[in-house]
């Protein structure tokens, strides 16, 4: 029951990686809500941006780099996630700017990376974030898709209390990610 959610968004995205149409169709979802995350953290394309979590198909990490321009590094740590995206990210031509890597946000090193983004799906949050907060440069800008409270039980967080110092926040209607909070670690 608890995975329902993030266990639905990857059936979802093994279609979308596959079919163009389905692409075209989700990624309606994702334009909004990115557009809103690239103009809370101001991201440009000098930044460098790392997104955990990308599933088989990383409509964010994409889509941060068609907004801005910015070079992308999504991690992901199922490994068929991983060959499916690497074949979708070929197939669109963006091998050269985004690298999709095999690794666990807990084990990951984000200190080359000004921007770190993390899907709402990414387990667990909570301890995740901490991990990247503390091993990130200082001034790197840290974006957590939040779920909506009374769906949050869907997802993967034991201490929500972890995000309540954000920096600043984009709220999100009619999606189950609630909001969007930016942190800048200090
Ligand atoms: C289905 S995706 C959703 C993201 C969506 N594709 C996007 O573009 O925003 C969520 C992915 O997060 C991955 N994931 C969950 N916890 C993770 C972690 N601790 N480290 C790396 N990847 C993780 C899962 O394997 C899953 O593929």
Redesign the pocket.
Known sequence: MVKII?KS??LL?WLAARNSLIYRAISLY?KKLVKKEVALANIKSTDKVLC??????????ILLHEYTGAPVTI????AR?VCVSRELIKKLGYDNAIKIIL????DIAPKDFSVIHM?A???PLDK?FLHLKQGCCFGARILVRLPKHRLSKFYSINEYSVFGNYYRKAVHKWRNVGSTALFIKS
Do not use: H, R
């Open positions: 993030p968004t990857k995205e994702y955990i979590g990308g599933g088989p198909c990383p409509f964010s990490g991690i992901d740590k199922d996630c690794s666990d946000g807990n899907a799906q990414v387990s995740v």
